[in-house]
């Protein structure tokens, strides 16, 4: 028997949340990879990958498995750059999350970033429970002193 020409196929190969560029709410994903696939008597074989892909459960909307970075720079440094700076001028540890999310980052990913930014010594705003950095003096939302 010859064998079959290669088509392609798509397995699923992963879920997560995200912030969709599309439909922008924090929703579903699941992850896809295209394959090729040869059929040689009745068996198929899975060959390379032609390419990986995410569908948002919300929307539906098929987009490029680097959609999950969001639109940020790919540059790191720049990235740790521009947080250090915004803990430093007073945003609160949650905000720089919620700000990272929200421009599309995984919210795993923007806490670890945040987090390794912010170090371990921080001061928490008691009414607000908002964490800073230990060189902030007041809280940015209520203005309340904060304590070492």
Do not use: W
């Amino acid at each position: 028997m010859l064998d079959a020409p290669d088509a392609t196929k798509s397995y699923e190969i992963g879920s997560g949340e995200f912030q969709c560029p599309n439909c922008r709410t924090k929703t579903k994903y699941r992850r896809y990879e295209l394959a090729r696939v040869r059929r040689i008597l009745l068996i198929r074989f899975r060959g390379e990958t032609v390419e990986n892909y995410i569908i948002c459960e919300k929307c539906g909307r098929r987009m490029k498995d680097e959609d999950l970075r969001g639109n940020l720079p790919r540059d790191t440094g720049a990235i740790l750059s521009a947080i250090k700076n915004q803990l430093k001028g007073g945003t609160s540890i949650q905000e720089a999350v919620e700000t990272l999310v929200n421009a599309g980052m995984p919210e795993g990913e923007a806490r670890g970033m945040v987090n390794a930014c912010a170090g371990i010594v921080l001061k928490k705003c008691r009414p607000c429970s908002l964490s800073y950095l230990d060189s902030v003096a007041s809280c940015k939302r209520c203005g309340h002193l904060l304590e070492a």
